[in-house]
T-cell receptor, first 105, second 112 residues
């Protein structure tokens, strides 16, 4: 069975500090992994997917098959990064429980 | 190009009733997925339809059923409602099952 674990419900960082949102997965095949973000009063939207290897809004995520992880990172947090972040595993998308990122001044 | 829309926005039902939730996909999107999101949880995959055929199902009982229509609209039907069915129901559309999913705003269902 596939599973996604996001161990932190809330991550609070200061503006300008590095951010790492943790995601671990359990899947027997070759995984396709995504990060989705939900800003306040907005709908869920794709932030990035591992196959594209893009950096979106300064965020990156590297798939580590050995550690079965797909942590989301950003070197310098901005206030506008405050949101709910979900890690998801395809297909059909198995979501983690989400981490709320709170960036404070 | 319009986004994914869902109706109604909110709905209140009583235990044992049946409910139909509706979703209108983005034009050209042949895939629709439905999710249940309980308070404080991540979305849980219910099922996915691709070109009007079911293309995968999560761990939900048969009383959760769906339909996808040629005009990019779809329905989620839930029979014999239970209190635990109270949740936000999200639909998401994509060109194919492997493409980025675009989410609707959700329908908030309350079962009393």
């Amino acid at each position: 069975a596939q599973r996604v674990t996001q161990p932190e419900k809330l991550l609070s960082v200061f503006k300008g500090a590095p951010v790492e949102l943790k995601c671990n997965y359990s899947y027997s095949g070759s995984p396709e992994l995504f990060w989705y973000v939900q800003y306040s009063r907005q709908r869920l939207q794709l932030l990035l997917r591992h196959i594209s290897r893009e950096s979106i809004k300064g965020f990156t995520a590297d798939l580590n098959k050995g550690e079965t992880s797909f942590h989301l990172k950003k070197p310098f947090a901005q206030e506008e990064d405050s949101a709910m972040y979900y890690c998801a595993l395809a297909l059909g998308l198995t979501f983690g429980t989400g981490t709320r990122l709170q960036v404070t001044l | 190009e319009t986004g994914v829309t869902q109706s109604p926005t909110h709905l209140i039902k009583t235990r044992g009733q049946q409910v139909t939730l509706r979703c209108s996909s983005q034009s050209g999107h042949n895939t629709v997925s439905w999710y249940q999101q309980a308070l404080g949880q991540g979305p849980q995959f219910i099922f996915q339809y691709y070109r009007e055929e079911e293309n995968g199902r999560g761990n939900f009982p048969p009383r959760f059923s769906g339909l996808q229509f040629p005009n990019y609209s779809s329905e989620l039907n839930v029979n014999a409602l239970e209190l635990d069915d109270s949740a936000l129901y999200l639909c998401a559309s994509s060109f194919t099952p492997k493409d980025e999913q675009f989410f609707g705003p959700g329908t908030r269902l309350t079962v009393l």
